[in-house]
């Protein structure tokens, strides 16, 4: 026989679920690091050894092959996950949103969650401003709720979102996230400009290789959140002449990948590698992990063709 630990019923060992109270009788995963099982709490701690045992928004991943597909994940420096991602489909029509929590506000993880659901939402009627604007609200509606803490830094976090309907692409971003034209042939087109000190500078002239090697290079200078101004989302729309992917990104996975030969590249052997779009997600992902994993990664590939 086996007791129920929620409500102490005995149920017939080699059941699923309990039949008092519905609960499962599967074992509970054990703490990796000490072993304990059950020990890992809500918040990811195991109470026994107090180690980060892990989080479901450590590595995520959403599969609409062969449509569309996404991943992020931790990497390897953060001790959470502050991207996050949204990808629906439907039939062809794709609406993606990624958006990456600035780690130097408070609660960035619930900033970053909160504008891609709420961007997420508005998605489906294709106007892109309006859902980067509905995010913004969201976000910056968090400084006046929870945990006191956010009034003095307020959460706060980028945005890329895109939709694809046939062969027409509509992008708009507010921060540094960026969305990205893999073509069959030659390197990536970066749809977006970055709002970051470095663009702002090279703008006005600066060497573009002293700017990124500066300390202040990825400052940026647009987000979401309640200390971020009047902020108006910017977009972008074309038709594509050929086939290719459209890759949307957290800044993640475009810092190892800075030369437009070399992302498009990388994309290309992605694919090629696993020959399904979640694998070279995936495989993307790892590419920054293996480079050093210095942020959260989040990758989202959408293949688009010509009409006719």
Not at 139 to 149: K, S
Not at 271 to 297: F, H, K, V
Request: glycine share 12%; charged share 20%.
């Amino acid at each position: 026989m086996t007791d129920c630990a929620s409500c102490a019923d005995e149920r017939a060992a080699g059941a699923a679920f309990c039949e008092a109270c519905g609960r499962s009788l599967a074992p509970e995963p054990a703490c990796p690091h000490c072993g304990t099982p059950g020990g890992v709490g809500d918040d990811g701690y195991c109470g026994h050894c107090g180690m980060l045992a892990g989080r479901e928004r450590d590595h995520l991943e959403t599969d609409c092959d062969p449509v569309a597909a996404a991943v992020t994940d931790r990497g390897l420096r953060h001790h959470r996950n502050e991207d996050a991602m949204w990808l629906a489909t439907r039939g062809t029509d794709v609406d993606v949103v990624i958006s990456d929590g600035v780690s130097s506000s408070f609660d960035p993880d619930a900033a970053s969650l909160t504008a891609v659901e709420a961007a997420g939402a508005l998605m489906p009627g294709g106007d892109v401003a309006a859902a980067i604007r509905a995010a913004q609200a969201a976000v910056a509606a968090l400084a006046g709720e929870g945990d006191p803490r956010r009034q003095a830094s307020n959460p706060a976090c980028t945005i890329v979102a895109a939709v694809v309907r046939g062969d027409a692409v509509t992008v708009g971003w507010i921060g540094d996230s960026r969305a990205y034209w893999v073509p069959g042939e030659g390197p990536a087109e970066q749809l977006t400009e970055d709002d970051s000190w470095a663009t702002h500078v090279i703008a006005l002239g600066a060497d573009p290789a002293v700017a990124m090697r500066d300390p202040k290079a990825h400052a940026i200078t647009a987000w979401l959140g309640a200390d971020a101004g009047k902020v108006t989302p910017r977009t972008g729309e074309f038709v594509i002449g050929d086939a290719g992917h459209l890759v949307l990104c957290s800044d993640g996975l475009w810092n190892y990948l800075t030369d437009p030969a070399a992302f498009a590249a990388a994309v290309r052997e992605g694919l090629r590698e696993g020959g399904t779009l979640i694998s070279a997600a995936r495989w993307l992902t790892d590419y920054a992990i293996t480079a050093g994993g210095a942020d959260n990664i989040t990758v989202a590939l959408v293949p688009v063709a010509p009409k006719g």
